[in-house]
C-alpha cells in the first residue's frame, strides 16, 4: 500500500459505522459513570472515553496556500506581523500535519493516565485558555500559573510561555507533555501508546510519509497546530480588513475612544502590532516583590490579546477577575520595584498613575472586548475530533 492510500484507509477507518457504534456505546457508558462526579470539562472527569478520531476525507486547509496569513496582518498600518513569524524552514505547516496536530492537541492519550489533553487546559471556547486560576494537571494538582491563551503564537519571536523560558513552539509543545504536574509522561512510553493505537500511525503517513511516531514529529505537528491558530477575525480586525485605510466606522465612538487610549496610553508599547503580542519580559509592577520571579526580576510576557475578553481571570497567577480589574491596576496600582519597567515610570521614575476617568476605562475594556474573534472560537478546523468526548 502507497503511503498515500495507508493514510486514506486509515481515514476510512476511523469514520466507519460500527467504529462509530462502538464509540457511542462506550461514551454513554462512561458519561453514566462521569455523570455522579464533580463538574468539570470532559476532559477532567476521572475517566475519559478513548476512540478513534472523526476526520474529514481531506484535512481542512491549514498551510499557508490553503489559509495565508490575513492580508490587514501582513499590511498594517498599526504593524505587520511578517517579521515575527516564526515558523522554522524545517517545519512548515501542512494540512495532514496541522490534522494530526489537531489529533494530538485533544487526545487525553498524552497524558500518563489517560485523563488530560492539551485542550483539558487549552479550550476553543475561551481563546483556548482557562476560567481556572490554576487549572489542574493529570492527578489534579494545581499549576503554579494561569494557562496562557494560545491565539497568534506563531508571532512570538521572544521564548514562550510566561517567563518566554520556550526556546520554540517545537520545544514548548513537548513541556507540558512531561511535566509531573501537567501530563506526566515519559516521551519513549507516549511513541509507543500511540503505535499501538488503529489510526495514529496512518495519521503520521499522511504528515511525514512514514509511520515513525517520534517525540520530535509529535512535537513538529502540535507546533504546526498552535501556528495555524491565527485569530484575525474579530470586529477591531474587519475595521482592517478593508484592503485600504481602516475603516473605524464600524467600531463604536467608545471602542474607537478605547483604541485611542490604548495607543496614547501606551499600551500597544508592549501589547504590539495587529495582533496584540507581547515584544518580550516585563515587570509591569504588579507587586513590589513577588514570590515568582519569571524570567528573573519578576518580568513576565503575555500572549497576544486575542479574545481577552472571554478568558479571565488575567496576568500570569489569574489574579484579576475582570478587564476592568486589569485597567484599574494600569490605571492606579502599578507597584514600583527596582525592575519595574520604565514605560510603566513617571518622569520621576516613580509607577505611573494614568488616573484614568470611569469612562475612560470604560472605553478601554469596551475596546479589549472588540478583540473577541467568536469564528476562532467557534471554527471546526481547531475543534475536537473525538466523538466520544461530545456530550448529547
Ligand atoms: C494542565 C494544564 C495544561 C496542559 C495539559 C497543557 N498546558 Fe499549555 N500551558 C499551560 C500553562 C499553565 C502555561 C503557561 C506556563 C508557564 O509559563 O509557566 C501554558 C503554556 C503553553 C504555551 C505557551 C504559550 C505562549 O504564549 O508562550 C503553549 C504553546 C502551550 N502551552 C501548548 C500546550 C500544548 C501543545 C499542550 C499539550 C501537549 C499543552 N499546552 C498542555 C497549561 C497547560
Ligand atoms: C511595559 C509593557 C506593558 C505595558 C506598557 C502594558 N502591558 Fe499589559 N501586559 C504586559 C505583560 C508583561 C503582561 C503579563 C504580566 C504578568 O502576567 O505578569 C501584561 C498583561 C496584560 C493583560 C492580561 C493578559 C492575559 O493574558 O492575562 C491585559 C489585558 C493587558 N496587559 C492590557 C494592557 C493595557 C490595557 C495596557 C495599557 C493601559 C497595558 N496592558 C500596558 C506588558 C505591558
Request: proline fraction near 5%; include cysteine.
Amino acid at each position: 500500500m502507497s503511503s498515500a492510500s495507508a493514510a486514506q484507509h486509515m481515514r476510512l477507518t476511523t469514520t466507519s459505522p460500527t467504529v462509530n457504534a462502538l464509540q457511542l456505546l462506550c461514551a454513554s457508558v462512561l458519561l453514566l459513570i462521569a455523570c455522579g462526579r464533580q463538574e468539570g470539562t470532559a476532559a477532567r472527569q476521572s475517566t475519559v472515553a478513548l476512540c478513534a478520531p472523526a476526520l474529514p476525507a481531506a484535512p481542512y486547509g491549514y498551510s499557508d496556500a490553503d489559509t495565508p496569513i490575513p492580508r490587514h496582518f501582513v499590511a498594517s498600518p498599526v504593524g505587520t506581523v511578517i517579521f515575527a513569524d516564526n515558523t522554522p524552514p524545517s517545519n512548515r505547516t501542512t494540512n495532514p500535519g496541522a490534522e494530526l496536530g489537531r489529533v494530538l492537541f485533544y487526545d487525553v492519550r498524552l497524558s500518563a493516565n489517560d485523563r488530560i489533553a492539551c485542550a483539558s487546559c487549552h479550550q476553543q471556547s475561551l481563546g483556548f485558555g482557562d476560567t481556572a486560576r490554576f487549572s489542574s494537571g493529570f492527578h489534579g494538582d494545581h499549576l503554579a500559573r494561569h494557562t496562557m491563551a494560545l491565539a497568534n503564537a506563531r508571532f512570538y519571536r521572544y521564548g514562550f510561555g510566561w517567563d518566554g523560558r520556550g526556546a520554540s513552539l517545537e520545544a514548548q509543545v513537548l513541556r507540558p507533555i512531561t511535566d509531573s504536574i501537567e501530563m506526566g509522561i515519559d516521551p519513549g512510553a507516549l511513541e509507543r501508546k500511540l503505535a499501538a493505537t488503529s489510526f495514529y500511525p496512518g495519521l503520521f503517513v499522511g504528515a511525514f510519509g512514514s509511520p515513525e511516531i517520534t517525540r520530535d514529529r509529535i512535537a513538529a505537528a502540535l507546533a504546526q497546530f498552535v501556528r495555524s491558530l491565527v485569530s484575525a477575525q474579530s470586529r477591531f480586525d474587519a475595521a482592517f480588513a478593508t484592503g485600504s485605510a481602516p475603516d473605524y466606522s464600524l467600531l463604536t465612538q467608545e471602542e474607537r475612544d478605547g483604541f485611542h487610549i490604548f495607543n496614547s496610553a501606551g499600551c500597544v508599547n508592549c501589547h504590539r502590532t495587529i495582533a496584540q503580542f507581547a515584544d518580550t519580559v516585563h515587570n509591569t509592577g504588579l507587586d513590589s516583590a513577588s514570590a515568582d520571579t519569571g524570567s528573573g526580576q519578576a518580568r513576565f510576557r503575555a500572549a497576544s490579546l486575542r479574545n481577552i475578553a472571554v478568558r479571565a481571570p488575567y496576568m500570569h497567577d489569574g489574579r484579576f477577575a475582570t478587564l476592568r480589574e486589569v485597567v484599574e491596576f494600569y490605571s492606579e496600582h502599578i507597584r514600583a520595584s527596582p525592575s519595574l519597567d520604565a514605560r510603566l515610570r513617571g518622569a520621576d521614575g516613580s509607577p505611573r498613575r494614568l488616573h484614568l476617568s470611569a469612562a475612560q476605562r470604560d472605553a478601554l475594556v469596551a475596546y479589549l472586548r472588540t478583540l473577541t474573534d467568536s469564528s476562532f472560537l467557534r471554527a471546526t478546523r481547531f475543534s475536537d475530533p473525538f466523538p466520544c468526548h461530545q456530550r448529547p
